[in-house]
């Protein structure tokens, strides 16, 4: 009698990342990486869009950034529950934190308050999007200024425009996500 080699199981497929994780993942002032009356605050908004170009009303978007030194430190425990308070321990008004997490609202809009970053080379803002009909979520950068950097003089001038944020008044900027289609935003492969 001869063993028979029993068949690897194959690969699941990918569901989708969505929409429920917008009940459980928002959090209060998940936006607000730094605190309101900070003199280097700036603001990066914009909508998140369809093939279609239409507002996708329930995504969920993380940033992640070096603070204003290049540090990469932020504030620990950004979203650990305080017991006593039912607070955020790393959300107390006045440390930066470096993370947020953003839902859009029911026109596709989100809003995040956060410092200029402050990494090596070119300064970005890394962007990861989770939305409903996407088998895995989406890693990008928003540069809050177009110059010299590795990554966008790889890519061709209309592809490179789509990483870089609009500047707009009062220390604000409009950095738009579209998923698919005429102006994708362009998005990176993590090995």
């Known amino acids: 009698m001869t063993a028979v080699e029993p068949t690897p199981p194959l690969p699941t497929p990918s569901h989708t990342v969505g929409p ?12 607000r990486i730094v605190s309101d009356g900070h003199p280097e605050r700036v603001t990066l908004h914009g909508h998140v869009l369809d093939g279609a170009g239409e507002p996708v009303p329930d995504a969920l978007l993380e940033f992640w950034q070096a603070a204003p030194d290049g540090s990469l430190a932020g504030a620990p425990g950004s979203l650990r529950r305080d017991p006593v308070t039912g607070g955020y321990l790393g959300r107390d008004g006045t440390g930066f934190t470096g993370f947020g997490r953003v839902a859009t609202d029911a026109d596709g809009h989100y809003t995040l308050h956060t410092l200029p970053p402050g990494n090596p080379g070119q300064p970005h803002i890394s962007v990861c999007v ?62």
């Open 20 to 31: 429920f994780y917008g009940y459980a993942l928002p959090f209060p002032d998940g936006g």
């Open 130 to 191: 989770f939305a409903r009909g996407l088998l895995h979520h989406l890693y990008t950068r928003a540069y809050l200024t177009d110059g010299p950097d590795p990554l966008l003089d790889r890519l061709p001038a209309g592809r490179r425009a789509t990483l870089i944020a609009a500047e707009e008044p009062h220390r604000s900027y409009r950095f738009d996500v579209r998923l698919q289609g005429e102006g994708e935003t362009v998005f990176l492969e993590f090995p």
